[in-house]
Structure formats: structure tokens, C-alpha cells
């Protein structure tokens, strides 16, 4: 999923903020969410620390808790996050080379004052070829939104019983998709990660903690464990992720 998370102490500019971003992703028709955050308090912390998706941040460089920088500067040293857009959005230019220069890898730098909203939206353009080609994703329709889920974030998918549809289990929720699982092991199959384990489910390798051979019980990294191995896939999950005997 595509998160922005706009986060500036002026509550009618955040306001305008949201407009614009809910406007520009109508040419879109992709699933996102907006945060609205006033400070870089306990709420922006942990938000950063939340695996829900592709993040993009507009930034103001100042508020009454915190500075753009510091928090640019948390969200790539402290957190580790060199994959998330920022963005400083600002009426303060004096700051802009202070800001570029600290390599922190920052998309832009948008003084307020001068034609925002169309630069702005410069920036969205931007950061929609970058979310389209940063990452392997899986892009698909359904209820006539289109969904795209990273790889990475696919924990495993599950046939839905009683159904013709699987359930994507993700590190940030589930998503729903009109199709069968021999269907999404054909979309998947080139990616070494991805095995079909049984005729309920497929796994993300990257995301299983361990696998008990006997019980046939595999354990994710999210907590959750699952039985569904096939008698004659058993060995083969025992030698791509190793496995208790």
C-alpha cells in the first residue's frame, strides 16, 4: 500500500495537504492513505517504525516538537530507512542547503511560498514512477481499485475456502484477490522466493522463521503458524529453509 504521512503544525495546511494528495491519486485509482500528524512526537516515531507499506513523506522543516531534518535524519539513521520518499515542504529557504546537504537522500525541497501546490504535485508525479519501479510488486484489480503489494511484504497466500479467490496475508493486512492458486503461482513463479507448499497455500521463504518437518508446522516471522505442507513438498521446504528433524 502507498502511505503519505504529512506531518506539519499548520492544520489548514496539512488540510490543503491531504486535498491535493486525494486529488492527484484519483488519476490513479491505486489504494492509499494519508497520515495527518502535527509534530514529531511518540505518534511520527512510531509510525515510522510500522511496516504498512511504501511510505512518502511530506515534511515540514520546523514545528513546535521537532525539525524536518532531525526526522529525516531518524527515518534514515536511526530506523534504517533508505527506501522511503521524504520531502521538505517549507516557508523557511535559509534551511534548504542545510537540508540537501546532509545526505539524507530527501526527493525535494519545496518552499511554500513559491507555487507549492503546482511543485507539489511535480513531486506526487515523481514519486508514482518510483513506487511503480522501485520494487517487484503485485499489481492487480479488485472491487475496481487497483492493488499493488510489494513482494517483500507478502508474508504467504492462502486459497480462500469455498472459494475461487486467495488471501494475501501481508506484513500490514490482508488483501483479497479474484484469483485461483495455481493462477498466483504462475504470476509468482520466476521469484525464487515463492513456493507452493500445498494446494491451500504459498510462502514467502524470505518471511518463514523455522519449519518443523515432523509436525510439518512452519512459523513465520509475523507469529503465525501454519500446517499446510504437503506430504510431497515436505522435502523441498526442508531444503530451501531448513527444518527441524
Not at 140 to 168: A, L, P, T
Not at 173 to 182: A, E, M, P, S, V
Amino acid at each position: 500500500m502507498l502511505n503519505f504521512i504529512i506531518c506539519d503544525d499548520n492544520k489548514e495546511f496539512t488540510k490543503s495537504m491531504k486535498a491535493l494528495v486525494d486529488k492527484f491519486m484519483m488519476n490513479y485509482d491505486m489504494e492509499y492513505k494519508t497520515h495527518i500528524l502535527y509534530n514529531y512526537g511518540s505518534k511520527f516515531r512510531k509510525l515510522v517504525q510500522e511496516d504498512i507499506g511504501f511510505k512518502v513523506y511530506l515534511l515540514d522543516i520546523q514545528t513546535a516538537e521537532g525539525s524536518g531534518i532531525d526526522a529525516a535524519r531518524c527515518i534514515r539513521e536511526e530506523f534504517d530507512d533508505w527506501v522511503s520518499i521524504i520531502v521538505i515542504i517549507t516557508a523557511y529557504n535559509q534551511y534548504k542547503y542545510d537540508a540537501l546537504g546532509n545526505r539524507l537522500y530527501l526527493l525535494d525541497f519545496i518552499n511554500k511560498l513559491d507555487n507549492c501546490e503546482n511543485k507539489v504535485r511535480d513531486v506526487l508525479k515523481v514519486v508514482m514512477k518510483h513506487y511503480d519501479k522501485r520494487y517487484k510488486a503485485l499489481g492487480f484489480e479488485y472491487n475496481h481499485i487497483v492493488h499493488k503489494v510489494e513482494y517483500r511484504h507478502i508474508v504467504y497466500i492462502e486459497k480462500e475456502q469455498d472459494s475461487k479467490r486467495c488471501i494475501i496475508k501481508t506484513t500490514y493486512g490482508d488483501q483479497t484477490i479474484g484469483k485461483n492458486l495455481n493462477d498466483m503461482m504462475k504470476l509468482l513463479e520466476k521469484d525464487k522466493r515463492f513456493m507452493k507448499v500445498s494446494r491451500s497455500m504459498i510462502v514467502n521463504l524470505d518471511h518463514v522463521v523455522s519449519y518443523d518437518i515432523k509436525e510439518s508446522k512452519i512459523e513465520f516471522d509475523n507469529g503465525e503458524v501454519s500446517y499446510l505442507v504437503s506430504r510431497e513438498n515436505k522435502k523441498e521446504l526442508k531444503k530451501r529453509v531448513g527444518a527441524v528433524d
